[in-house]
């Protein structure tokens, strides 16, 4: 049953992911990837141009985005280039854009198994089958992963990233190769969350007494830094307008937005705390929910939740063993959640794909620790987490009848929390797979019948206008 189990749930995830995929319109973001990638073909690398037209999903930076050879450098380039040998064998349509992003979720989740089934420290009955099914109905990361973005690939290099340092602190023939192989992927997926993942490998490096480090820890710092300053170079990361840092105020607004949608699609919050009563430890639940009450208010007190809320995962990282499993989720997720808060453009929950392997590695943990270890209460406690929000939604609501502001915060993070806030009871996975199961309803494929129906010359959109320029062909 263990080793069916699994096969099933990866078997469902391939089902899940790749069902219906070439059927909605690609949105705007998605739209500029496949755009960039008809570049790629035409001309060999991604242009800022496409048969004249300028493509760009932020107007107010286009100047900034290429160099002066008119070669886009405003991010990496993985995607577009997945996204261009994908329509040279495919075609140009929306499942061939999407194809190689829902092949790499499908990827994560073979590896997010092998890793969590081979950790030592996860001693605990299911846990590792719980976590699996967490990732694989995760309706967040179903939706994020059947984009033609850069989102599965991010989740794809955490995971790869773990298990190269986790190869290469048991001495494993190929693990100084493997962490710069998986690094230098995560770099060509997203330079954020290359920079999460040497945080991550730092500290916990650094942790290690010197005797214990691994012998090729060197060789690996080396050469990821010969392979990936040029690549810093050419992009001119440090050098363009839309860098920022923002101030401690703002940061922890942001923090707080992306806690409070972890808590409602990520780890239901009711979940650890089941865990902790299982262990009789009331007091952690307790001053779990005083945080909460800070997160859904707003004002001095409620930033200082988040950074209370901050400090409590670096603790749980610290307390963790060095380069168990266990330490480096805490890890990722502490420096993925500070990474972001300083310097995302708004706190989107997509931007957070990467730390969902990571979450349910614990939420797989703390399911098996709240049913100890007993198939058919998890099974229970997992239909009822999946098929529901109500573990996540209730904690929310009540906090909220206690602490919620009158007026939501007048800042693009403080109406995301306003909205997070107003989420009902409801089935997540039942409205994923009920849109996956429809269609889709949106006006880009109306729209574009209707140019192509028109033959006009000029299309005047206020809205959408790459995913109207793939859809017509134009």
């Given amino acids: 049953m263990k080793r069916v189990l699994p096969r099933s749930l990866l078997g469902l995830g391939a089902l899940l992911l790749f069902w219906n995929l070439g059927r909605p319109a690609l949105w705007q973001d998605e739209a500029e990837t496949a755009l960039r990638a008809e570049s790629i073909l035409e001309t060999g690398a991604p242009r800022m141009t496409l048969n004249g037209a300028r493509v760009t999903a932020q107007p107010s930076l286009t100047a900034h985005e290429g160099n002066a050879a008119g070669v886009w450098t405003w991010n990496t380039w993985l995607p577009a280039y997945l996204v261009a040998a994908s329509f040279a064998v495919l075609g140009r349509t929306p499942l061939a854009a999407r194809l190689p992003f829902a092949l790499?979720?499908?990827?994560?989740l073979f590896l997010f198994w092998r890793l969590f089934e081979e950790d030592e420290d996860a001693k605990r009955?299911?846990?590792?089958?719980?976590?699996?099914?967490?990732?694989?109905?995760?309706?967040?990361?179903?939706?994020?992963?059947?984009?033609a973005r850069y989102y599965a690939l991010t989740a794809l290099g955490a995971v790869l990233v773990m298990r190269a340092w986790r190869r290469m602190l048991d001495g494993k023939a190929g693990g100084a190769l493997a962490l710069v192989l998986a690094l230098q992927f995560l770099l060509h997926s997203s330079f954020a969350f290359f920079a999460v993942a040497l945080a991550v490998v730092g500290v916990d490096a650094l942790a290690r007494s010197a005797a214990k480090r691994s012998k090729g820890l060197g060789v690996a710092a080396a050469a990821t830094a010969a392979l990936s300053l040029p690549v810093f170079w050419y992009f001119r990361v440090w050098d363009r307008p839309g860098n920022h840092a923002y101030g401690p105020a703002e940061a922890l607004e942001f923090l707080k937005t992306f806690l409070l949608w972890?808590?409602?699609?990520?780890?239901?919050?009711?979940?650890?705390?089941?865990?902790?009563?299982?262990?009789?430890?009331?007091?952690?639940?307790?001053l779990g929910f005083v945080l909460l009450c800070g997160l859904v208010a707003e004002g001095f007190w409620s930033r200082a939740a988040a950074a209370a809320a901050f400090a409590w995962i670096a603790a749980q990282a610290a307390l963790a063993p060095p380069g168990s499993l266990r330490r480096?989720?805490?890890?990722?997720?502490?420096?993925?959640?500070?990474?972001?808060?300083?310097?995302?453009?708004?706190?989107?929950?997509?931007?957070?794909?990467?730390l969902l392997p990571p979450l349910a590695y614990l939420g797989g943990r703390w399911l098996s620790q709240a049913a100890a270890g007993r198939p058919a209460a998890m099974a229970a406690l997992a239909v009822l987490l999946l098929s529901t929000n109500w573990l996540a939604c209730l904690p929310l609501k009540?906090?909220?009848?206690?602490?919620?502001?009158?007026?939501?915060?007048?800042t693009v993070s403080g109406m995301m929390r306003q909205r997070l806030r107003d989420v009902g009871p409801r089935s997540d996975l039942a409205r994923l797979l009920g849109e996956l199961a429809r269609g889709p309803r949106g006006y880009v494929e109306r729209a574009a019948a209707a140019i192509k129906a028109g033959g006009g010359g000029t299309v005047f959109s206020d809205a959408d206008n790459l995913s109207l320029m793939f859809a017509v062909g134009a």
């Fill in 262 to 286: 972890i808590a409602l699609f990520a780890v239901p919050a009711l979940l650890p705390a089941i865990a902790a009563l299982r262990k009789r430890a009331p007091v952690p639940v307790l």
């Fill in 328 to 354: 480096l989720s805490w890890l990722w997720l502490a420096a993925g959640l500070g990474l972001l808060s300083l310097s995302a453009a708004e706190p989107y929950g997509r931007y957070l794909m990467c």
């Fill in 104 to 108: 790499a979720a499908l990827a994560t």
């Fill in 398 to 410: 009540a906090a909220a009848a206690i602490a919620g502001p009158r007026a939501p915060a007048q």
């Fill in 125 to 147: 009955p299911w846990a590792a089958q719980a976590g699996l099914a967490l990732l694989v109905l995760s309706p967040a990361f179903l939706l994020f992963a059947r984009q």
